[in-house]
């Protein structure tokens, strides 16, 4: 594609083609290899020492054309989803309008209805904070 590299495009030439191959892709059910790739760099954290591979971040540069399909693709699958009212009400991840904090208050709401009616609720949180920081 363009390793991950921006380039200029020119509105009325490069972008209608890139929507076709976008769209021959999806027709398709491929997602181009090239787009799937990226190149990983470290970057120093504030405060510790360089020399070791634990105090740096892994940056994944992925390709602009495949960020830009990926986008494509996330908002014709979530349109599609959200049209056909297949995501339900408490699905919040990667939703527009569906917060962190909306979902805690969902929780609070959840737990003070229970707490009224003598009822025990039982609650399991994940910290998958560090989940994928592995390259």
């Known amino acids: 594609m363009d390793e991950g590299k921006k380039r200029c495009v020119a509105p009325s030439k490069q972008i209608p083609h890139d929507f076709a191959i976008f769209n021959a892709c999806i027709r398709n059910c491929y ?8 190149v990983t760099i470290g970057i120093p954290e504030p405060g510790k020492p360089r020399d070791l591979p634990g105090s740096c ?8 054309l495949g960020k830009l399909f990926e986008k494509t693709l996330k908002t014709r699958l979530s349109d ?10 408490e699905q919040f ?3 527009p309008n569906h917060s962190c904090p909306q979902q805690a208050l969902r929780l609070v709401e959840y ?9 025990k609720t039982v609650a399991v949180f994940f910290d998958v904070a560090k989940a994928f920081d592995r390259v």
């Open 31 to 38: 997602f181009p290899a090239a787009g799937k790739e990226a």
């Open 57 to 64: 971040r892994p940056i994944s540069l992925l390709s602009v």
């Open 80 to 89: 599609h989803l959200t049209g056909k009212s297949l995501i339900i009400n």
């Open 93 to 95: 991840g990667f939703r």
């Open 111 to 119: 737990i003070s209805e229970d707490f009224k009616v003598k009822r």
